[in-house]
């Protein structure tokens, strides 16, 4: 009986196990698994965050329409996570869960799919778990399998990117055209989530000419483009119709770098601080950032560390395949566009500072260096185009009964055999130690969601809030949703997708807001106020008829404000109160009384009209600014 990867012999009569039939799946699996219930568990700590609320909340507002599926979001083209997340919406509303098991979902496929990958492109050897486990648990993905506006572009990407590799190792094996379809299908799904994806085709051409081609720099690329041809005119076109789709639609975010100073600091902290440490289990410290996923911040033992363990890693691989220089090179090529692309999208901004901790521009990397570190390790397999130069000789498969494990340190002397040995064990251990820490850690800074909390205190609220409760609109905190995506930090908003959300006015005689927790608060005016009026015990006297200037306390700069009037009047009418150009008019009842409305409008003093039978108005508490929760007496 055979199985893939190992031939095991059965008995007569007697079915092999499943471990015993193929024991490498079935630990790969058995990672897979793990994997994905940790990261989940890990993305359950904490909640939505940042862009995941003005996702939400456009998806809210608009029908399925394919105007809203192929509108830009901060110039990203993800039709996909669109239509993903109109549909949790429509019928799930403002909640998480569905978003963590979408990303869980997402991580076996990559997991999966990714085992697939290596077994056709590496030798059968038990060290295939190496580059899995990078895959699988490296701290470089973590915000791609819990932050859902993240996870909804990069998880489709790699996932593109294993399909599209996937397809054309096959294609170079068989030269069957079904696979250049798949290789097209692959590319054009990841482009259906994440526009970066486009950078699968560029890895695809430097993956078959670093792993398929002989040669020096020149006859590599010439023996790339001339023997497999077919895949690279496909991709072309298929780049070029794209590129022409998505730059008719969207604005250029280039940017023109500060100084080269500041290219360089970023080039050192997305390596020293990200990248290396990220690759061996760090940065083992994370800087928080609010309701989003914190930054790294390795200790600068841990870079140099980590720098040493990944030097050591090149050396060792180069000195014994042949093939494992050119996989770090790739390694370096896709590294090099990513950084030029962050370097021409991110910097010259006031984020640049931080641009280079940040492990989701560079999550897609790990793809990359799992499959470089397969190749570099166990050996790229023998396929009908290779010489027999490319790879080494096939790895005894570690499965049967009797074949020695593969040895990552090839063959040494026999006194050195088990002190390297127990080294390679240590740095092991030590790099699994060290990626639980991080992830750790990771987990305990994206617990802490104040968007939660604040959700779970309006619902709360909102319950128990008399029905005829109504508010002024006014931003959710900062820590929430950043003054940076208005008008899509507005309550009205924001809670589009709550359900039973809050009933907004614009105008009100006792309105209430919500403050920073959550909590329902009777509502005032802070901002500028009238200076005190002339009259004891009145301030301000207008009569039917008349009109009058009041001076305020500070000028107001032209802007949608809201007015809070406190009068006492003695009979019903009208009011209209005009500040520079804006005028807004409001009814008046007789008694002691208040009126909120908006105006849009600026100046340094107001005036105040009033009609009506017998009316004369009393008022000495007019506000002009913005809605805020009443200091408790």
Not at 473 to 498: G, I, K
Request: aromatic share 10%.
């Amino acid at each position: 009986m055979t199985s893939t990867g190992a031939d095991v012999t059965v008995a007569p009569g007697r079915t092999a196990g499943w471990w015993n039939g193929d024991p490498i799946r079935a630990t790969a699996l058995a990672m897979i698994t793990l994997s994905v219930l940790w990261r989940t568990h890990v993305a359950f700590r904490g909640f939505l965050a940042a862009d995941d609320y003005v996702l939400i909340t456009q998806a809210a507002e608009s029908d399925l329409t394919v105007a809203h599926l192929f509108a830009l979001y901060n110039n990203h083209l993800m039709p996909g996570g669109r239509l993903i997340i109109w549909l949790v919406t429509e019928y799930v509303g403002l909640d998480y869960w569905p978003y963590v098991l979408l990303m869980a979902l997402g991580q076996a496929i990559l997991g999966v799919v990714f085992l697939q990958l290596l077994r056709r492109l590496l030798q059968p050897s038990w060290l295939i778990l190496l580059p899995l486990g990078l895959l699988l648990f490296s701290p470089l993905t973590l915000e791609a399998t819990s932050w859902w506006a993240v996870g909804v572009n990069m998880l489709p990407m790699q996932i593109a990117m294993v399909l599209a590799i996937r397809a054309q190792v096959d294609y170079v094996r068989t030269r069957r055209p079904r696979h250049l379809v798949a290789l097209a299908l692959s590319v054009l799904f990841g482009l259906f989530f994440f526009e970066k994806a486009i950078l699968v085709v560029a890895l695809v051409f430097l993956l078959t000419a670093a792993l398929y081609a002989d040669g020096g720099p020149l006859r590599t690329v010439w023996t790339t483009i001339r023997r497999w041809w077919p895949s690279w005119l496909l991709l072309t076109v298929l780049s070029l119709v794209f590129m022409a789709a998505y730059l008719t639609r969207s604005e250029s975010s280039l940017r023109r770098p500060d100084s080269p100073d500041e290219v360089f600091s970023f080039l050192t902290q997305m390596l020293n601080s990200t990248v290396v440490p990220g690759l061996v289990g760090g940065p083992w410290q994370w800087l928080g950032a609010g309701d989003g996923a914190p930054v790294t911040a390795p200790p600068e033992f841990g870079t140099w560390a980590s720098w040493v363990i990944v030097v050591a890693l090149v050396v060792v691989t180069v000195r014994r395949r042949p093939r494992a220089g050119r996989a770090w090179l790739l390694l370096v090529a896709y590294l090099v566009m990513v950084a030029a692309m962050l370097a021409a999208t991110r910097l010259g901004s006031a984020f640049s500072g931080v641009a280079g901790g940040v492990p989701r521009y560079v999550s897609d990397v790990v793809v990359v260096a799992a499959i470089c570190l397969g190749v570099a390790v166990v050996g790229l397999a023998r396929t009908p185009t290779t010489a027999p130069s490319d790879t080494e000789p096939a790895t005894p498969d570690p499965a049967s009964p009797g074949s020695p494990p593969p040895r990552l340190s090839g063959p040494l002397p026999e006194r050195y055999r088990e002190p390297v040995a127990i080294t390679l064990a240590l740095v092991l251990v030590a790099v699994c130690l060290g990626t639980a820490w991080t992830t750790s850690r990771y987990g305990d800074e994206w617990a802490a969601k104040s968007g939660r909390s604040y959700i779970d205190t309006v619902r709360i609220e909102l319950a128990s809030a008399p029905p005829d409760t109504v508010f002024f609109d006014s931003p959710v905190p900062d820590n929430v949703v950043p003054r940076l995506s208005e008008p899509y930090n507005l309550q009205s908003r924001f809670f589009h997708a709550l359900g039973a959300r809050p009933t907004y006015v614009n105008e009100a005689e006792h309105p209430s807001v919500l403050d920073g927790l959550g909590r329902v608060k009777v509502a005032t005016v802070v901002g500028s106020t009238i200076q005190p009026g002339p009259r004891e015990g009145c301030g301000y006297l207008v009569a039917s008829g008349e009109t009058i200037r009041i001076p305020l306390n500070e000028p107001r700069f032209s802007w949608h404000w809201v007015v809070r009037v406190g009068y006492l009047s003695s009979a019903d009418g009208t009011a209209t109160l005009r500040l520079g150009s804006g005028e807004a008019v409001f009814p008046i009842r007789k008694g002691l009384n208040q009126r909120f409305f908006r105006i849009v409008g600026g100046g340094d003093s107001v005036e105040l009209t009033v009609t009506g039978t017998d009316l004369t108005l009393c008022t000495n508490e007019i506000a002009i600014g913005d809605p805020a929760p009443k200091p408790e007496e």
